[in-house]
């Protein structure tokens, strides 16, 4: 049974996530590297604001951090209890994943490479798609503590599988952005209405995710809200690039998107939404999509 949860990182989706764990957890354990963010949490959804040393004697621990590299220096410099299960949301690398599940499990705890897919609506309605990695054991165990972020939630895999799934993911949302900032930048310069076309794509076999969200939603209307930051699929479409890479497979596609991306990242605004990708390559047609 699962007494007590934590949840390491309240940043734009994991503020969200966790403000779901009090409605079904009586112990709820929140840390921030800017404790005030975390005092804040702890007013708003009656979670506590702890130190570091104590969120990590929850029974489940969450993170949602930047990058892999923040999740292994935070678990290097701390002692846990034997028992735990660490349940990583962080878009991270599958070798991460490997080396950390060997480290913790030395401490006979378990982790589990569970990143998360929805962006901050899924966040928000607890309705994210978590596809974990790791020990199945340790999976049926953690089941019902994520069950309170996520409404599909696989278990993928052994360690590392959760962090190769969301990279393949977000390199394929990568390649759809792309592709449909080329098409539609294609009609518009034949002066085909964008609006009615993009009601015929969306009953037919080219809709995609892009198409029936992230085109209407962000770019035809120029809002480009910021849910998940540009640079964090540039690092994404990185991670899966490697994984070709190392598995010897040719990857045309992939690796030109790769460098699509990495490109719109290093020439965007500060803080852009990966939706802003879409303004690399208007900078190149001069034609604006909307």
């Known amino acids: 049974m699962i007494q007590s949860v934590a949840f390491i990182g309240l940043g734009a989706m994991g503020y969200r996530m966790a403000s779901h764990l009090p409605k079904h957890f009586d112990t709820v354990y929140v ?3 800017n404790f005030e963010k975390a005092k804040q949490h702890a007013n708003e959804y009656g979670t506590q604001a702890v ?3 104590q969120a990590v004697q929850a029974d489940v621990i969450f993170s949602c951090l930047p990058t892999s590299t923040d999740v292994e220096n935070l678990i290097e410099s701390l002692q846990l209890k034997p028992g735990t299960i660490w349940v990583d949301c962080t878009s991270g690398v599958p070798d991460s994943a490997r080396t950390l599940s060997e480290t913790l499990k030395a401490q ?3 982790y589990l490479d569970a990143p998360v897919s929805g962006q901050t609506i899924g966040a928000e309605n607890a309705t994210l798609t978590v596809m974990v990695g790791g020990d199945a054991a340790a999976f049926e165990r953690a089941y019902p503590a994520m069950q309170a972020i ?6 993928v895999g052994t360690s590392g599988a959760g962090f190769a799934v969301k990279a393949v993911n977000n390199m394929l949302l990568a390649v ?7 098409g539609f930048t294609a009609l518009k310069a ?23 969200t992230v085109l209407p939603q962000r770019v035809l209307n120029r809002s480009f809200p910021v849910t998940f930051a540009l ?13 070709l ?8 596609v992939i690796g030109l998107t790769q460098s699509l991306i990495q490109a719109a990242s290093a020439t965007a605004d500060e803080n852009s939404d990966f939706s802003a990708a879409v303004k690399f390559y208007e900078s190149w047609s001069k034609i604006t999509l909307e």
């Not at 996520?150 to 278990?155: A, E, V, Y």
């Not at 034949?190 to 029936?212: M, P, Y």
């Not at 890479?245 to 045309?252: G, V």
């Open 31 to 33: 840390w921030n590297r």
């Open 51 to 53: 130190k570091l040393e």
């Open 108 to 110: 006979n705890v378990d």
């Open 150 to 155: 996520g409404k599909l939630i696989k278990h």
């Open 176 to 182: 759809n952005l792309w592709s449909v900032a080329e």
């Open 190 to 212: 034949h002066g085909v209405n964008l609006n009615e076309a993009l009601d015929c794509i969306n009953a037919s076999s080219g809709k995609s995710g892009v198409t029936e």
């Open 231 to 243: 640079p964090l699929l540039a690092k994404d479409t990185g991670i899966a690039l490697d994984l």
């Open 245 to 252: 890479q190392s598995a010897k497979l040719p990857a045309p």
